[in-house]
């Protein structure tokens, strides 16, 4: 009782609700105005401490692509209706400026403010953040166009960027060490790419990323994920272990478990309990920790938090007994410590052990995941 209690002070009984409004009234009529670039287009990286643009910033093709997502996903839910313009001016953005711009195939990493090429890397998790962004829009309208890009963008990851000893290098050219990350974002584009598509390849493609989990990225004795490997996945030690991506896999494998039956309980329950082990005294998950459960670094970011409620949602949809009440709570810890910005639709990035903000700019990066939670406990938690 006492807990139930706590849990109604802290206004978790409708935080879905408060956080749904504060994106829908703020966040989404933020990002399109003044965190788009009305004279040469694209979304701006991020926005000053006053809520201004910082127009000088180049524009990573990552951050244009979880945008796109971003109003895409929110017209799909019904939040945004004009969504649906907005995302795909802003992949009419991408196509144009940010695919093959110097005559080689892939999309640049990064783009000048006057939509020049910044960085030409061709970079694998940037490349998860197009195919996510298309496969968003094509379940819009199922337009043809779109779906072809999709294509084209699968065939290059596979002539390009396949790597002999699974998953994909890190970008062209390849560089070390190899990381977890870009392939933990493809399989996200995957099951996205099956549930915009219902193409049964998909389920197959994101069974080529279980597979590799399974074998290489998770640890089943510790329960955790190494970040950093070498070029045949074998561990780089120290082993370094985000929290946030242990959680972030819990969701993403409840997602393959939804799109293929095959189940994933089991390291969905470890990699939580996991992940559980790395929190600060506020309850927030920190940025780094080892694979004892020890933490490397006490800093704190958004994104994490975020995860941790992915991740709950996700065992609530699974019938976890008490997922929906920790879900609910990881949402007010992140409404409380993160939310509490000047700028109406902006957010807090990261914080020291002492609760200090560390990053002056609003970046735009952290729309993706709060977006993706707050649907993601629409749906599931209601």
Same mark, same amino acid.
């Given at each position: 009782m006492a807990e139930a209690e706590s849990v109604a002070a802290d206004g978790a009984a409708d935080v879905v609700g408060r956080l749904k409004r504060r994106i829908i009234d703020h966040a989404l009529p933020l990002w399109s105005t003044v965190g788009w670039d009305g004279t040469a287009g694209g979304f701006v990286d991020r926005l000053h401490q006053d809520g201004t643009a910082d127009n000088a910033a180049p524009r990573r093709i990552m951050v244009q692509a979880r945008q796109i997502y971003c109003y895409a996903k929110a017209a799909q839910m019904g939040w945004y209706p004009e969504g649906r313009a907005i995302a795909l001016k802003g992949l009419d953005y991408l196509l144009a400026k940010a695919k093959a711009p110097d005559g080689r195939p892939g999309f640049v990493f990064s783009l000048t403010p006057d939509g020049g090429v910044h960085d030409p890397l061709r970079d694998t998790y940037g490349h998860a953040f197009v195919l996510l962004a298309l496969a968003t829009?094509?379940?819009? $309208?199922?337009?043809? *166009?779109? &779906? @072809?890009?999709?294509?084209?963008? /699968?065939?290059?990851?596979?002539?390009?960027?396949?790597?002999?000893?699974?998953?994909?290098?890190?970008?062209?050219?390849?560089?070390?060490?190899?990381?977890?990350?870009?392939?933990?974002?493809?399989?996200?584009?995957?099951?996205?790419?099956?549930?915009?598509?219902? $193409?049964?390849?998909? *389920?197959? &493609? @994101?069974?080529?990323?279980?597979? /590799?989990?399974?074998?290489?990225?998770?640890?089943?004795?510790?329960h955790t994920l190494g970040e950093y490997f070498e070029e045949d996945w074998s561990k780089i030690p120290p082993v370094s272990v985000e929290p946030g991506h242990l959680a972030e896999w819990v969701w993403l494998l409840k997602g393959f478990e939804r799109i293929t039956g095959c189940p994933t309980g089991r390291p969905r329950g470890e990699l939580l309990a996991s992940a559980l082990r790395y929190r600060d005294a506020t309850g927030c998950l920190i940025d780094e920790g080892d694979t004892e459960g020890n933490i490397r670094r006490h800093t704190r970011r958004l994104w994490p938090q975020s995860e941790l409620a992915k991740a709950w949602i996700a065992q609530a949809e699974s019938g976890e007994a008490g997922a929906a009440d920790e879900a609910r709570a990881a949402l007010v810890l992140l409404e409380r410590h993160y939310f509490s910005h000047p700028v109406r639709g902006g957010w807090y990035d990261q914080f020291d052990r002492e609760g200090r903000s560390l990053v002056t700019t609003i970046p735009a990066s952290s729309f993706y995941h709060v977006l993706c939670a707050v649907t993601e406990a629409e749906q599931v938690l209601g």
């Open positions: 829009a094509y379940g819009l $309208d199922q337009d043809a *166009q779109i &779906r @072809a890009e999709i294509d084209a963008l /699968l065939s290059f990851l596979d002539t390009q960027l396949r790597s002999p000893h699974g998953g994909f290098h890190e970008g062209l050219p390849p560089s070390m060490p190899r990381r977890q990350n870009p392939q933990m974002h493809l399989f996200e584009a995957m099951i996205a790419c099956f549930d915009a598509t219902h $193409d049964l390849s998909f *389920q197959n &493609r @994101a069974g080529d990323f279980f597979a /590799l989990f399974l074998a290489n990225l998770y640890d089943k004795q510790m």
